[in-house]
């Protein structure tokens, strides 16, 4: 049997949708889970992920989940009532969407759908499951399918991004430019007191959804100031903290919906939004050499030793990847970098300072005739200066 929100077992439908039923402070989109087991009967011994998308999901089980997903809608005490109490709601079972998710701590490993109908959500969930095998896991995953939000705003709250503030960060539309790294958005440094820092980009990328065909659409747009007053954004750290859980929300109409849950170690000791810290690590190099430049992120396997992007968030894909390979990168940077220009960015800091290699140089130039900053241009009189990726002045 499916597990709805309201029963779930930790054991059998996962540590992802057992944080979601805990919460107290917050709306949470209703949704229900294919336990463990399910997934276990579907997939037998055979976790090939091919095979898994070429495999016919048992069809009790294929009937169980579509009659779960007609009632994704209803409160569960409809659910519960008498044929006649759902009938007054029938409306509410038409085209129900939702969403599709791995009930699982780790970030950024696996496939995820969004806005699958009762007509495709058989071939959603096999996509979903190879998936969780082709990242090189051996268990039986827990699915999440949770009703869908329409959101005006997406966004996160990281409460524990230093040890003094939390992050929040959200940007237009759906999440899908806050996961893709393609967008610049909406950024606070929050503390018990209030706003520390706020940088709202007078651009974003906003994504959102062709009503007619269920096609995700995307368009830069012009912002005209903050999503959010300041005093939401503080009343919503406040009630994250309480809850002792970085969340992850859509916005529509007023309200706060958390679609996800989860549990974050601090990475940075900034207490400036020149840029996000998205993993740990010394950044130390030339610019567009060693260290790569980048409008959009990156994963960790298509940059050098280091990465600095102008844009992305602290829960994009590549910094989940970042954070997992231990490769530092510093995402939404709005420095000046120049191209060749040695630098040196400490292990959890995003602010340039003076090169650890080049230090006694910079020492010995500083008591000769002239000073050299940290920030100047030194010349490479050898190597060819060869950068993939570098800033285009966006």
């Known amino acids: 049997m499916v597990q709805w929100q309201g029963e779930i077992d930790r054991a059998k439908s996962g540590l992802k949708a057992a944080r979601l039923d805990s919460l107290n402070s917050f709306e949470v989109p209703n949704f229900f889970t294919i336990t463990r087991g399910e997934v276990k009967e579907f997939i037998g011994r055979d976790k090939d992920p091919q095979k898994v998308l070429n495999a016919t999901i048992p069809s009790d089980l294929m009937q169980e989940i579509k009659d779960a997903q007609e009632k994704i809608g209803m ?6 009532a008498s044929g006649k109490a759902k009938n007054l709601v029938g409306g509410q079972r038409d085209s129900q969407r939702v969403s599709i998710r791995i009930s699982d701590e780790e970030k950024g490993l696996y496939d995820y759908e969004l806005n699958v109908g009762s007509s495709n959500i ?12 082709s990242a090189g896991k051996q268990e039986y995953p827990a699915i999440i399918i949770q009703k869908m939000v329409e959101p005006g705003e997406t966004g996160t709250a990281i409460i524990n991004f230093t040890r003094n503030y939390s992050l929040f960060e959200a940007t237009e539309g759906l999440g899908n430019s806050l996961e893709e790294g393609i967008t610049d958005p909406d950024l606070y440094l929050v503390n018990e007191e209030g706003i520390k820092e706020k940088k709202i980009p007078d651009k974003q990328v906003k994504m959102s959804r062709n009503p007619m065909n269920g096609q995700k659409r995307k368009r830069k747009v012009t912002k005209n100031g903050a999503s959010f007053k300041d005093r939401e954004v503080k009343k919503f750290i406040q009630k994250a903290k309480r809850e002792g859980l970085s969340l992850k929300f859509v916005h529509k109409r007023g309200t706060f919906y958390i679609v996800d849950a989860f549990e974050t170690d601090q990475i940075s000791d900034q207490e400036t939004l020149e840029g996000l810290r998205v993993s740990r690590g010394e950044i130390e190099g030339r610019a567009g050499i060693e260290i790569s430049l980048s409008d959009q992120t990156a994963g960790p396997e298509d940059f050098n030793n280091s990465l600095i992007a102008r844009r992305g968030s602290f829960v994009s894909s590549d910094a989940q990847k970042a954070r997992k390979e231990g490769k530092p990168a510093v995402f939404s940077f709005s420095g000046e970098i120049e191209q060749e220009q040695q630098i040196y960015i400490p292990e959890r800091d995003v602010e340039i300072s003076e090169p650890q290699s080049t230090a006694e140089g910079l020492k010995a130039e500083r008591e000769g005739s002239r000073a050299v900053t940290a920030t100047e241009v030194l010349p490479l009189e050898s190597e060819e200066v060869n950068i993939s990726s570098p800033f285009s002045g966006y």
């Open 75 to 80: 409160s569960s005490e409809v659910r519960n």
């Open 122 to 133: 058989e071939k959603a969930l096999k996509k979903v499951i190879a998936s969780y095998y």
